[in-house]
């Protein structure tokens, strides 16, 4: 297999005396969906934000890998900046839309370093020059397609807060990845939704899997999404990784068994 | 049941409620109303006074208001009324087709109004102050409105601006042209300046953190003589002329290079047009500034900043670019005031012009650019209105001064206001890009950042 | 040095009258999280009822220090309920309905209330600074230099003392009485409480109106330590307070008591080594500082952005 896209190293977070995360590592490859999964505070978002930049990891080393070789040590770099830079997108748990603004908005949000520099830094845009114009144009077309994928094209010009819970979920997936990213993150992407939005979602992912040269990490609870459709699952409990594997080997492995279901009694 | 039942039924209570009320105002209005400490020289210093009749009044009135209040506003049975209609105009605002027409309107309205057979002297030095504000709200409107900033020290970069023009033109002779954009450029800088090290902070803190650096930015002003004059201020600043014509009785003077008689209303109508421009330019320029990208960040901003990191939006120069630029205009603004007055000292500069024109940002609503026109003229023209107030004095007596009722009244006005509306005149927003059709957003769904 | 320790007893006495403001700023932002930004008029309102029942009671200049002291307990106790029913009145009226409005709304209205009340005392009381001689006079001197003479009046011990026994009354409240368990559960989670069946009105309504009994007896000492009083000292006397309650750390008790007492030490040694003048601009610069570098403050717990 090629070098992976993000491998995490020993990664530990402490809070005060708490360890959330202890000493964990692990690889994600493009093209490939990796899942997150572990019991109720298993250390699953914090990993996932000191991934992402939102927490300052304690320890350990995250790098993320561009083609041709491009590095990056994200546990160094501003959150911001990992986006911008090293591109990775990210969902939350409790959807954090721009709900005042409508869809399109939130769209073209995400399209925002691009777009500056496209307006020279908002000179050329209070200028209205030609080349605002186009990359304007184009980034509204770049919205309008993943609009499109998602399926609420038809809302584009409704307020984020006014559409229903499973529509949200999709548009933060959307904006996400109007930010160009390599590394897709998603927390708890299926939460909330009803089985048949469930299902929508695991054809979105495996598109985005399969079209748009990505990798996917996900931290999920529905263990159905999960064995569906990962290529690849961690199992965290206690802040430790307890397995890593497949599907298969992760569903047989004693460990993953009892941190779900405590001890098997006689 | 019949309103004749209903009114029975909730008389008894009803004079209960009051009568609490009116013991209630009755202890509050004792220290104030009812005795008043006077200076006599003594040895003491000091001796009391005793109105017992204005007591009297106020308590009375309390009582009146209370049984009024709960016989026409106050929600009966303990059931809140549901929201009444919105008045027609507060409502239209908010529509974008409305928007549309009254603009231009008020545009055309404000470029006759010097020419209208009511406006003298004191009407034109009132339109130049209502659209001073209007401006400075604009300004800070890109701040609080937009970028969702609480900033209580706007005032600061206003005076930044005025001393920037004064200290220009009188040290280096600097035209007022030469000195608006420096002034702009300074208040910008100190905007980034003062901005850097407070904006990673939440509201309420950004809040007073702007306040102090207001209220530091003015002790400057007033202890440091040598520079600025301290509490005398700077005087004889240079006024601004026509194109290099001077508003005077000379030969070279505007009046007579046109062939006009001389009139000092020639000089107050150039002013109106000048901070009309300025107004109308802040305008233009705010408008395309929201619909742009870095406006786009701003409202972002103000609606999640978590998110915002996320997408790879560096909030600290977002938060700083929103400072500096209603920064700027509040510099632009000071400079025309320095102009006009052709005088400043810090008194102009207190925290009440702060909060007046936070009031006129929240009250105008926070993304209406035209909410911030109505405001403006509620607000100050309003408060004018008191100055002519002079009738009281038959109910206070002689040495009763109308304009210290007129910040009384406007903190009042403030409060009422606000409850009245609490998200301000036009509390809805326009999409800044759309798709098919714009619609408005309602002002339940907009965020109001992290408080 | 015997300056030094002058200016300590100074600040310490100053520091405690801000300290004594802080507890209602701190006590009001912990519960509802606002800034209540009318609170430094309350305690100008208290000075006011304070100077006028003083004069009522034609205590000035007594030498006699139980006779002042039992004096000036009735004079505290009156003026505490005067501004106890203001404090109570100003979040019914003005906060209570903008309560879980837009964030904004009540601090406008605080803004407000502020305007009105300095502009109501202003109207009725006149806008002249109120003079008043010392009611209780003499003191103690501790230190005799060549040059300097250290002295604590009997004043600043009152203050002082008043200051730690009223601090004590009130911690206990907070950390034993049902009262302050209350608060504090408003505190983590309004609606809980709510369903919980404790009376978040009422809660609130009393944190308002002790916050405002302790700004009168504030507006007291201050009265008693200047001896001179207008209707703007709200205005920096409740920055200055609200500073020392950040300093302290938002929501903590002896955190603002400890902030008040750093902000008067600082403003009494500022204006005592470098500039009088400028002494406001030290006390707001602190202000800056300490929200930069410490904006959880010297007690206060730290606060864990949740993403």
Same mark, same amino acid.
């Given at each position: ?20 995360? #202890?000493?964990?590592?692990? #690889? ?6 990796? /899942? ?39 546990? %160094? ?11 990775? /997108? ?27 520099? /496209? ?17 304007? %144009? ?61 299902? %929508? ?42 397995? #890593?594997?497949? /599907?298969? %080997? ?17 | ?451 | ?307």
């Amino acid at each position: 297999m090629s070098q992976p896209l993000l491998s995490v190293n020993n990664l530990t977070m402490r809070f005060g005396g708490l360890t959330a995360v #202890d000493a964990v590592s692990f #690889d994600v490859y493009r093209n490939h969906i990796t /899942a997150v999964i572990g019991p109720n505070g298993a250390g699953k978002t914090t990993a996932f934000n000191c991934i992402t930049g939102f927490y300052k990891p304690t320890d350990g080393q995250i790098v993320l890998r561009h083609k041709y070789d491009k590095e990056f040590k994200l546990e %160094e770099m501003e959150d911001f900046r990992i986006s911008q830079h090293a591109k990775v /997108a990210r969902t939350f748990q409790n959807i954090r839309l721009f709900g005042g603004m409508t869809v399109l908005e939130n769209l073209m949000i995400a399209q925002h370093n691009h777009l500056m520099k /496209a307006s020279a830094y908002t000179i050329g845009g209070i200028f209205n020059t030609p080349s605002y114009q186009r990359a304007q %144009e184009a980034a509204k077309q770049k919205a309008l397609a993943w609009m499109d994928r998602v399926g609420i094209t038809d809302r584009a010009d409704d307020p984020a807060a006014a559409l229903p819970y499973g529509a949200q979920r999709k548009l933060e997936i959307a904006r996400a990845m109007c930010t160009d990213p390599v590394l897709l993150c998603l927390d708890e992407p299926a939460a909330g939704l009803n089985p048949k939005e469930s299902e %929508e979602l695991n054809a979105l992912l495996r598109s985005i899997r399969d079209n748009d040269d990505v990798g996917i990490l996900l931290i999920e609870h529905d263990m159905s999404v999960v064995m569906e459709i990962s290529d690849h699952i961690i199992v965290l409990d206690y802040g430790r990784k307890i397995s #890593d594997g497949n /599907a298969t %080997e992760v569903r047989n492995d004693p460990a993953v068994i009892k941190a779900y279901l405590g001890v098997v009694e006689e | 049941m019949s309103l004749h039942d209903q009114t029975s039924s909730s008389f008894l209570p009803m004079i209960k409620r009051s009568v609490i009320a009116t013991i209630i105002a009755f202890f509050l209005f004792l220290p104030t109303l009812g005795i008043k400490t006077s200076a006599s020289g003594g040895v003491d210093g000091l001796f009391l006074t005793y109105r017992w009749l204005l007591l009297a009044i106020g308590c009375g009135l309390i009582f009146v208001g209370r049984i009024v209040y709960e016989l026409f506003w106050a929600p009966k049975d303990g059931v809140q009324k549901p929201a009444k209609a919105q008045f027609g105009l507060v409502k239209a605002l908010g529509s974008a087709k409305v928007a549309k027409t009254i603009g231009p309107l008020l545009l055309v309205f404000a470029v006759a109004f010097p020419f209208l057979p009511f406006s003298d002297r004191y009407i034109l030095d009132l339109g130049i102050l209502i659209i001073t504000y209007v401006m400075l709200g604009w300004g800070l409107q890109i701040v609080v409105g937009l970028a969702g900033l609480l900033d209580l020290g706007y005032v600061a970069f206003y005076a930044v601006g005025a001393y920037s023009y004064a200290l220009l033109s009188i040290h280096f002779g600097f035209g007022f042209w030469m000195c608006l954009p420096l002034a702009g450029l300074l208040a910008a800088t100190w905007g980034i300046i003062l901005g850097f090290p407070v904006l990673r902070l939440r509201g309420d803190y950004l809040a007073i953190v702007t306040l102090a650096f207001g209220e530091i930015i003015r002790i400057i002003l007033l202890n440091w003589r040598g520079f600025t004059g301290g509490s005398n201020g700077l005087s004889s600043i240079p006024r601004p002329s026509f194109f290099g014509l001077p508003f005077n009785q000379d030969p070279g003077g505007f009046a007579a290079t046109f062939g006009l008689e001389y009139s000092s209303m020639q000089r107050i109508v150039f002013l109106y047009f000048l901070i009309l421009a300025l107004a109308v330019f802040t305008f233009f320029v705010t408008a395309r500034l929201r619909r742009l990208p870095i406006g786009r960040a701003w409202e972002a901003l103000r609606e999640d900043e978590i998110a915002c990191r996320s997408l790879g939006i560096n909030t600290v120069n977002t938060k700083l670019s929103a400072f500096a630029i209603g920064a700027m205009f509040g510099g632009f603004a000071g400079s025309f005031f320095a102009a006009k007055q052709a005088f400043v000292s810090p008194e102009s500069f207190n925290f009440m012009e702060s909060a007046t024109i936070l009031a006129i940002v929240v009250l105008g609503g926070m993304s209406s650019q035209l909410g911030v026109v109505f405001s403006a003229i509620a607000m100050v023209g309003g408060v004018e209105l008191l100055r002519q107030l002079q009738f009281l004095k038959v109910i206070f007596g002689n040495d009763f001064d109308p304009s210290q009722l007129r910040l009384l009244l406007f903190g009042l006005a403030m409060v009422l206001m606000m409850l009245w509306r609490p998200r301000g005149l036009v509390s809805t927003r326009m999409p800044t890009v759309f798709l098919k059709d714009k619609k408005t957003v309602s002002a339940a769904m907009i965020s109001q950042g992290r408080g | 040095m015997n300056y030094f320790i002058q200016q300590l007893i100074n600040g310490l006495t100053l520091g405690s009258i801000y300290g004594l403001i802080a507890i209602g700023y701190t006590m009001v932002y912990g519960i509802i999280g606002m800034v209540n930004f009318a609170h430094g008029d309350v305690f100008m309102v208290g000075a006011f009822v304070s100077l006028i029942t003083v004069i009522i009671f034609g205590v000035t200049g007594t030498t006699n220090i139980a006779l002042g002291i039992g004096a000036l307990i009735l004079v505290a106790a009156i003026s505490m309920f005067i501004a106890g029913v203001y404090g109570w009145t100003i979040e019914r009226l003005a906060y209570r309905p903008l309560r879980g409005s837009f964030r904004l709304a009540p601090l406008i209205t605080a803004i407000g209330v502020s305007i009105f009340l300095q502009n109501f005392v202003q109207a009725t009381q006149g806008a002249r600074v109120k003079p008043m001689s010392a009611i209780i006079s003499g003191g103690f001197t501790i230190l005799e230099g060549n040059d300097f003479v250290v002295r604590i009046t009997y004043m600043q011990i009152l203050i002082i003392v008043l200051t730690f026994l009223l601090m004590s009354g009130f911690t206990y409240l907070i950390s034993k009485t049902s009262l302050g368990r209350a608060q504090r559960a408003c505190e983590q989670d309004m609606k809980m409480a709510m369903l919980l069946g404790i009376d978040v009105n009422t809660t609130i309504s009393t944190t308002f109106v002790i916050g405002a009994a302790l700004a009168a007896v504030a507006g007291l000492m201050y009265l008693l330590y200047y001896g001179v009083i207008d209707f703007y000292i709200g205005f920096s006397a409740g920055i200055k307070a609200f500073t020392a309650a950040v300093l302290g750390g938002v929501g903590s008790l002896p955190g603002a008591m400890l902030g008040g007492l750093v902000i008067g030490l600082i403003e009494v040694f500022f204006a005592a080594y470098f500039s009088s003048e400028y002494k406001d601009v030290a006390a707001f610069s602190m202000l800056i500082i300490v929200l930069i570098f410490m904006p959880q403050g010297l007690l206060g717990r730290p606060e864990i952005e949740k993403v």
